[in-house]
């Protein structure tokens, strides 16, 4: 009884049905999938990393590359040393000093030929922002003698990192390891050794070229083997000794490799080789919660932002799984060990039967030992997204509720009640219905859907054109471009609020909230599809748009002066919000110039196939504008 009493208490208060609950419902959505999400670092809410594959055998045989190995290595770094700008120093020079000319390709290429291996080259161009790459890879290839060249593993070694430093004691060790494995015969997939100049063009015009996915400004390979199994990228930037190796794994999109690979490396290098090894540049990682909060938020801005970390990004989206190993800091660990490190990782790779696939694709890494899977991190974003579908399909019931509550609920109600509930309906659309608009005959109010559509979806695609621009611009005008955008984005929202009180059927609130339901149905149906796919783009994402959900036109029926305060700080509080102003107290915060991130942001829609503006674009700024223009309607 005391529940049907509840019931039907709630039945004759629509107002708390239709306001007020939803918004509670949305708030304690976003306050649960944040307090989640804070609670992934505890052990009860993460595990332990494991080797879901067991042919792999990480650390099981033992590595020989030593000895008269580290000889070779010094006669390849003496010679490749000959060929840089004279007066070099090393560490800190500038890298215009230090370019991959075509005298260093060429002796690369010597010397891998010389090595016994095919060799061959490629040119490649590039064209991103008014920006021209170009250059030219050299890459060799180990048949198996025991195989029949339908796998292949890829060890890459670009000339400069992915910081923009010299990695002639990767390129080096690469050259000795090629010539140390051609001597054995216990190899069953064929080795690719591929040398780019860079970490960023190179070895995306090779991988794109090995698939025949090649733009025509990058050349076919004349060689190729087998299809590749995983990929390992070698960076040794400095000549002292090292301490650990930083592993980085994170891919194009928010992409990652499968977490056998990872777990792999870190049990080879710990387990056999006795070097440390980190991740998310966390350098002294005590394992507390606070640093497992730190390391997955690192993940996540990286996973977010879409962008390559390295040149194993440029493997994902060909389902390669990549890693990079970086050396860090200064120890007693030489280039000997990073070399064994690496055989013992090919070793184990060569063990393979078929294509990694046991393990986790998706996932969070909180320490090198320990991590989340998505079936634990996924309801976060999940409950972010969910809320702005709660205030859509309570703003689509209130827009066409009953008016006749009579009729509706004569069955269940006592007259009393029916009386009671008639009165509240009427109060409640009152603010939804215009005057002249009458219930049909089953009671039910009649929704104008053309209005709120057309303008819903013609700002969706109106956000092809920042897109489009953003894309195709000169890097020297990124700045001002941005600067312009946060004007025109003041601007464009009161055009349309503008637009919509003078129209003939947007004069009822059904119409304005019509408008929002559809925008935020859309943001949560795009926000929950893409938690699937890149969790921490759409968790950011749904965040940042979280106040689409509170903010809304204000009622007429208010006094001027109030409405108007009201509208001036819910429009100050979103533009503060707008993409273009996030981008660039993202840029403030970080140090890094508007230039610089639209110029990479560009580089990787061109060359990358990076689809993080995508979303910022067509996802975001259209939830943004529809929302700014709801709330400026307040002022007409």
């Known amino acids: ?11 004759n208060n629509p107002r708390f049905l239709f306001v007020r609950l939803p918004h509670l419902l949305s708030f304690l959505c976003i306050v649960a999938g944040v307090a989640w999400l804070l609670l992934l670092p505890l052990n009860d809410y993460s595990r332990r ?29 003496k010679e490749l040393e000959g060929l840089l700008p004279e007066g070099y120093q ?16 060429e002796k690369i290429q010597s010397i891998l030929r ?16 008014g920006i021209t790459h170009q250059g030219q890879n050299a890459y060799a290839i180990i048949h198996a003698p025991r195989g029949d060249a339908t796998e292949a593993i890829v060890l890459v070694a670009a000339w400069k990192t992915a910081d923009g430093e010299l990695n002639l004691n990767g390129v080096t060790l690469a050259l000795t390891l090629a010539r140390y494995f051609k001597r054995w015969s216990l190899w069953s997939k064929d080795i690719i050794f591929v040398i780019t100049p860079d970490s960023k063009t190179g070895t995306q015009a090779w991988i794109d070229a090995y698939h025949d996915m090649q733009p025509p400004s990058v050349q076919p390979l004349p060689l190729k083997s087998g299809a590749l199994q995983g990929g390992l990228v070698v960076e040794y930037p400095f000549d002292h000794r090292f301490e650990s190796l930083h592993i980085v794994y994170d891919g194009v999109n928010g992409q990652l490799p499968n977490l056998d690979l990872f777990n792999t490396a870190v049990s080879i290098a710990g387990g ?20 497992r909060l730190e390391t997955i938020m690192r993940g996540m801005v990286k996973q977010g932002f879409g962008y390559a970390t390295g040149a194993h990004s440029s493997f994902m989206p060909y389902h390669i799984d990549a890693i990079t190993l970086q050396t860090k800091g200064e120890g007693w660990q030489d280039e000997m060990a990073l070399g064994r490190t690496v055989e013992s990782l090919c070793r184990s790779l060569n063990n393979l039967l078929e294509h990694l696939h046991q393990s986790f694709f998706f996932y969070l890494l909180m320490h090198t ?6 079936g634990t991190y996924l309801p976060s974003a999940m409950l972010v997204a969910g809320n702005f579908t709660i205030m859509a399909i309570t703003l689509w019931l209130r827009t066409g509720y009953y008016r006749d509550s009579e009729e509706a609920s004569s069955k269940t109600t006592t007259s009393q009640d029916e009386k009671s509930t008639t009165k509240s309906t009427k109060s409640i659309n009152a603010d939804d219905q215009a005057p002249e608009k009458k219930p049909g005959s089953n009671g039910i109010i009649e929704r104008h859907l053309a209005l709120p559509l057309t303008f819903v979806v013609s700002l969706h695609l109106l956000g092809l054109v920042p897109l489009y621009i953003f894309n195709n611009l000169s890097y020297k005008y990124f700045t001002t471009a941005t600067y312009i955008c946060i ?23 059904q119409q304005h909230h019509l408008i929002k339901s559809f925008s935020l149905l859309l943001l949560g149906l795009f926000l929950s599809t893409l938690a699937t796919l890149n969790f921490s783009l759409s968790f950011m994402v749904g965040l940042l748009c979280t106040p689409l959900s509170f903010i809304t036109r204000i009622s007429p029926r208010l006094n001027a002066p109030l409405r108007y305060a009201l509208s001036s700080l819910g429009l100050l509080i979103l533009n503060a919000l707008s993409p273009p102003v996030v981008v660039l107290a993202a840029c403030w915060y970080t140090g890094v110039s508007v230039e610089t991130v639209l110029t990479q942001a560009a580089f990787g829609w061109d060359v990358w196939g990076m689809w993080t503006q995508v979303v910022v674009w067509c996802v975001w700024w259209p939830a943004w504008v529809i929302g700014c223009a709801l709330l400026g309607s307040s002022f007409f």
């Open 1 to 11: 009884m005391a529940l049907k009493s509840a019931i039907r208490k709630l039945r």
């Open 487 to 509: 004007a025109a984005d003041l601007i464009l929202p009161l055009l349309l609020s503008t637009l919509l009180t003078q129209s003939a059927q947007s004069s009822t609130p």
């Open 272 to 291: 056999q080789m006795g070097i440390g090894s980190g991740l998310q540049e966390m350098w002294n990682h005590n394992d507390s919660y606070e640093k």
């Open 369 to 374: 030992n320990r991590f989340v899977s998505i």
């Open 114 to 129: 010389a090595a016994g291996l095919k060799v061959a080259m490629q040119n490649y161009k590039y064209t991103s922002s």
């Open 49 to 77: 990393t494991y080797i879901s594959e067991n042919a792999l055998l990480p650390g099981q045989v033992h590595a020989y590359f030593s000895g008269s190995e580290q000889h070779i290595f010094r006669g390849y770094k």
């Open 90 to 105: 090393g560490e800190g020079q500038d890298k215009a000093d230090v370019e991959f000319t075509p005298a260093i390709s």
